[in-house]
C-alpha cells in the first residue's frame, strides 16, 4: 500500500502545478515565494536569527542558560555537533509532513539546499559520507519511501560527498510520539547497525526531524561500534519551538 501511494503522490505532482498548494499550511490560493503562501513565507525564519547565545554543539537558542536544553542531555562522545535552519514549526512543519505522508518529493532539494547552507557555515570541519537514518523495512513498505534518504542524497549532490546506506534499522520498534526522552532511548537501544562502510569515516547523518535526539544517538552509537572517527548531525528541523519567539 505503500508504493500505490508513493504512486498516487507522484502522479498527482505530474497532473497538478507543484505551486498549486502551498506547502506550508495547504491553502490553495497559491505558493506565492517559493513552496510558500505569503503568510508562511513571513513566518518562515531560520533558528540563526533567534537572538543571544545559541549552543556550540547543536546551535539552538540557549537565552542566559548554562546548559542547552536539546542536546545538554546527550551523552558525550557520540555526536561532535549538530545542526537544523528551522523549528518544527509552521510552515516547515507542514513541509515536512507534505513529504513524509504524502510523497511530494520535490520538497526534498529546497530542503537539502537548507541544511546544506548552515552545515557549510556552522558545522566544523568537513566529512567524508553522508548516511541517513534508516526506516525498518515494514515502515518503508507502508510509506514507499525514507524522507531522510531522499535528503541524503540531495545534499549529496549539493556537496559533491558521497551518500551511502551505511545503516540498517533490525528492530521494529513501537511509535516514539508519547514516549519521555529516557523511554525514546530505551525503546532505541540496538535498534540500529552499522555496515564497515563508516569505518573510519567522518560522517554525516541526516534526518528530516529531531526531537529528543533519542534516535540520532542511537544512529551515532551503531556507527561509532563500526569504526566511525566522528559524527556529525543534520536534519530540516528540531522541536526547539518553545525556545523561539
Known amino acids: 500500500m505503500g508504493w500505490l501511494r508513493l504512486c498516487g503522490a507522484l502522479m498527482m505532482e505530474a497532473l497538478y502545478p507543484s505551486q498549486a498548494n ?7 490560493v497559491g ?10 513565507a513571513r513566518l518562515l525564519t531560520p533558528v540563526s536569527a533567534a537572538p543571544g547565545f545559541r549552543c556550540p554543539r547543536c546551535g539552538a537558542p540557549m537565552g542566559m542558560r548554562r546548559v542547552c536544553r536539546t542536546c545538554g542531555g546527550w551523552p558525550e562522545g557520540l555526536i561532535s555537533a549538530a545542526r537544523f535552519p528551522f523549528a518544527y514549526r509552521r ?3 507542514g513541509m515536512i509532513r507534505r513529504m513524509k505522508y504524502q510523497g511530494v518529493t520535490r520538497l526534498s532539494d529546497w530542503m537539502a539546499g537548507e541544511m546544506c547552507d548552515i552545515a557549510l557555515r556552522e558545522l566544523p570541519g568537513g566529512v567524508d559520507l553522508i548516511v541517513p537514518v534508516p526506516m525498518h523495512a515494514r ?14 542524497r540531495a545534499l549529496a549532490v549539493r556537496t559533491g560527498v558521497p551518500c551511502a546506506l551505511a545503516l540498517a534499522r533490525i528492530s521494529d520498534t513501537p511509535q516514539q510520539a508519547r514516549l519521555s526522552a529516557a523511554e525514546r532511548r530505551r525503546n532505541l537501544e540496538g535498534a540500529f547497525t552499522a555496515s564497515p562502510l563508516s569505518r573510519g569515516k567522518r560522517v554525516l547523518l541526516v534526518d528530516d526531524v529531531v ?18 572517527a566522528d559524527v556529525q548531525l543534520i536534519a530540516l528541523a528540531a522541536a526547539i519551538d518553545h525556545l523561539l519567539p
Open 91 to 93: 510552515p516547515v512543519k
Open 139 to 152: 515502515r518503508l513498505r507502508q510509506r514507499g519511501a525514507n524522507q531522510a534518504e531522499a535528503l541524503a
Open 211 to 228: 526531537t529528543t535526539g533519542a534516535t540520532a544517538l542511537a544512529c551515532a552509537r551503531a556507527l561509532r561500534a563500526a569504526g566511525a
Open 22 to 28: 502551498c506547502m506550508g499550511c495547504g491553502s490553495p
Open 31 to 40: 505558493a506565492d515565494e517559493g513552496w510558500l503562501c505569503a503568510d508562511c
